[in-house]
T-cell receptor
């Protein structure tokens, strides 16, 4: 079974600065997908970014980018130019390329943006 | 564009009562999922349905049953609610195994 670990229960960053959220995972598979989801106080789960394991290039979506280190099984999220609207819980998630049994989530990191 | 719709959004039950959480998606997705979210635990998979007519247990299935009524609808039933089932429940759907999941707004359930 796969496991996903987010070692930072809470992070704080000044508005306009850059913050990195950590995620590590454990799997014996070589092909899989990784995701970062954002959950604001509204409770809605919003996809931030996704990464295919077979792609070496790190995914980027506007101010959000990842550092995917396959050998180290590490998948960190970098948020540049942090904005007040970025305040939320962030969940790292793993999905196997085989089967349809859904996502395995980490426990989440609560991101606080200081104005 | 409704996406994934869950009802109800909030519910309070007494121990031993039963209820069904409803979920419907309008994206023609094959796969549907039920997760629960507890403080400090992330989201954990209760049951999933890879396609219409099939259901399988996830990580925490005890105390729950599901029905994949048709391609659009996937319901979660608590036959005899317990305080340990107090949680936020999310329904999700996806087109294929290699795409992201789309989530409903969640149901906050309290069992007293």
């Amino acid at each position: 079974a796969q496991t996903v670990t987010q070692s930072q229960p809470e992070m704080s960053v000044q508005e306009a600065e850059t913050v990195t959220l950590s995620c590590t995972y454990d799997t014996s598979e070589s092909d899989y997908y990784l995701f970062w989801y954002k959950q604001p106080p509204s409770r809605q789960m919003i996809l931030v970014i996704r990464q295919e394991a077979y792609k070496q290039q790190n995914a980027t979506e506007n101010r959000f980018s990842v550092n995917f280190q396959k050998a180290a099984k590490s998948f960190s999220l970098k948020i540049s130019d942090s904005q007040l609207g970025d305040a939320a819980m962030y969940f790292c998630a793993y999905r196997s390329r085989v089967g349809a049994d859904g996502l395995t989530f980490g426990k989440g990191t609560h991101l606080i943006i200081q104005p | 564009n409704a996406g994934v719709t869950q009802t109800p959004k909030f519910q309070v039950l007494k121990t031993g009562q039963s209820m069904t959480l409803q979920c419907a998606q309008d994206m023609n997705h094959n796969s549907m999922y039920w997760y629960r979210q507890d403080p400090g635990m992330g989201l954990r998979l209760i049951y999933y349905s890879a396609s219409e007519g099939t259901t399988d247990k996830g990580e925490v299935p005890n105390g729950y049953n599901v029905s994949r009524l048709n391609k659009r609808e996937f319901s979660l039933r608590l036959e005899s609610a317990a305080p340990s089932q107090t949680s936020v429940y999310f329904c999700a759907s996806s087109e294929q195994w290699n795409t992201e999941a789309f989530f409903g707004q969640g149901t906050r359930l309290t069992v007293v």
